[in-house]
Each structure stands twice: as structure tokens, then as C-alpha cells.
């Protein structure tokens, strides 16, 4: 079974960048542990004898919900399972919020709204909306449903909680993209330095290959002189292919050659 998730949660497919892959497995795993949240709390309230037939409803609606999104992941949707798991988390809270649990503060899960924006999109105007939307849904049962009791409450204090969440999350999501793309950078520099490497030792390959034959022509040509009797000629070929053995082996260790 653990297999099973693991095969689940992690992105399968190889076509995407290696950030869209871990918004796909990011987001696998989210609507998982909703889904599997959603069962667990159900159960529990069925133990304790608290599970009516509004919460059956509305548990029995996110769970859909969610099951869409997972759904849209694996037809490779990706983008719009995005925006479908966002909206269905807002509407989860909300509903969480003014119609199943009145009195226990849900709303303050809408502080990982703003963040979970920041990670599936790229879009600027996207992280400032949704910022906006969130504190605005926050305020909603304390200011127009008046669920919430607005004696000892700082608004000001939500406010600069949300901001900061959200200016500290992004400062690190920017951290980490210029630390990956550094990373990348150097593994591309890398990589060309080994195909570097591969074509000087193809070159050196080529000239171990080519240097025997070369050998033997002129080896074979200065045996031709001696045979004929040609000693001076034979002396100064002898001399001169030496002397282009002595080069070669001096000049074989350097990496580059100057022809001036």
C-alpha cells in the first residue's frame, strides 16, 4: 500500500521542468491528505456519535471536490487542478468556518491560501489576490456574520500576521529558485567541460591511432634509402625523424599548441 502512494504522490511524468514536477507531486500529496482528513474526521464523529446529516453533506462534498482534483492530475490538467484545489480549499474553510464548526476558529486556515499561491503559480497579480481574498474571508465572521466575538480582537494584528506569513515564505521560495537556477547553471557548465574532456580524449585516441601508421611509412622509407646504397639521405631522414619524434612526445602533454 505504501508503494501504491508513493507511485501516487510522486510526478510521473517526464516531460515537465523540475519545478512544474514538484508543483504535481506537491499537489498530489495536499489533496491526499485532505481526502484521507476528510475520512478520518468522519469516522471520528461516527465513533463519538456527532456525525449528523449536515456534516455528512458537506464531508461528502469536499471529498468530490477533491476527488476532481485528483482527477484533473492524473489527465494532466495540471493548471486547472490548481486553481480547482484552490477554490475547493476556500470553500472548504468557508464552509467549515460558518456552517459546520461556528466556534472554533477554522478561519485562521485561510493564512495557507496566500502560501500555497506563491507555490503553484508564477503569476504576481495572482499572490497579491489571493492575499487580499484571504485576509477579506477572514474578516468575514467577525465583521459581517458577526460569528466571532470582536471584543479583545487587534484586526491590525491579522493583518501584519498574513503580510508577514506571506513576505517570509516568499523571500524563501525566492531564495530557493535562485539557489536552483545557480545549480543549474553550474551542472551546464559541468556537463560542457565533460564534453570537452570526451573530444580532447577522442583527439588523443585519434592521434594514438594515426602516430603507428605514420611510424611505419617512414620507418619503412628510411629502410628503402639504406637498401639502396642512399646512406647520406638515409642519415638525414633518420635525423629529421627524430628530431619529429622528439617534438611529438614534448608536445604531447600540452593542451594547446602555438603554430608560431
Known amino acids: ?104 476558529n477554522t478561519e485562521y486556515n485561510y493564512l495557507a491560501l496566500p502560501i500555497l499561491a506563491l507555490f503553484f503559480f508564477d503569476k504576481k497579480w495572482i499572490h497579491y489576490t489571493v492575499l487580499i481574498s484571504s485576509v477579506f474571508l477572514f474578516f468575514i ?46 551542472y551546464l557548465e559541468l556537463e560542457e567541460k565533460r564534453k570537452n574532456e570526451l573530444a580532447h580524449l577522442q583527439l588523443k585516441s585519434l592521434k594514438a591511432q594515426m602516430n603507428p601508421h605514420f611510424m611505419f611509412n617512414a620507418m619503412n622509407s628510411i629502410q628503402n634509402l639504406i637498401l639502396k646504397g642512399d646512406k647520406h639521405k638515409a642519415y638525414d631522414y633518420l635525423t629529421k625523424f627524430a628530431s619529429l619524434i622528439r617534438e611529438n612526445l614534448n608536445m604531447s602533454e600540452k593542451k594547446f599548441c602555438f603554430f608560431s
Open 1 to 104: 500500500m505504501i508503494k501504491t502512494l508513493k507511485k501516487y504522490i510522486y510526478n510521473q511524468d517526464t516531460s515537465l521542468n523540475r519545478l512544474d514536477s514538484k508543483r504535481v507531486t506537491t499537489l498530489n500529496f495536499c489533496s491526499l491528505m485532505v481526502v484521507l482528513d476528510i475520512l478520518f474526521f468522519t469516522l471520528k464523529r461516527y465513533i463519538e456519535h456527532t456525525l449528523d446529516e449536515k456534516i455528512i453533506i458537506n464531508y461528502f462534498f469536499y471529498l468530490l471536490l477533491f476527488i476532481f482534483v485528483i482527477t484533473l492530475q492524473k489527465l494532466k490538467f495540471y493548471v486547472a487542478a490548481r486553481v480547482v484545489f484552490m477554490l475547493s480549499f476556500t470553500v472548504s474553510v468557508y464552509g467549515l468556518t460558518h456552517y459546520l464548526f461556528e466556534y472554533e
Open 141 to 186: 465572521p467577525y465583521y459581517i456574520t458577526n460569528k466571532r466575538n470582536i471584543d479583545n480582537f487587534v484586526p491590525e494584528e491579522k493583518i501584519f500576521l498574513f503580510v508577514l506569513l506571506f513576505l517570509v515564505v516568499n523571500f524563501f521560495k525566492n531564495l530557493n529558485q535562485s539557489n536552483e537556477k545557480k545549480l543549474e547553471q553550474a
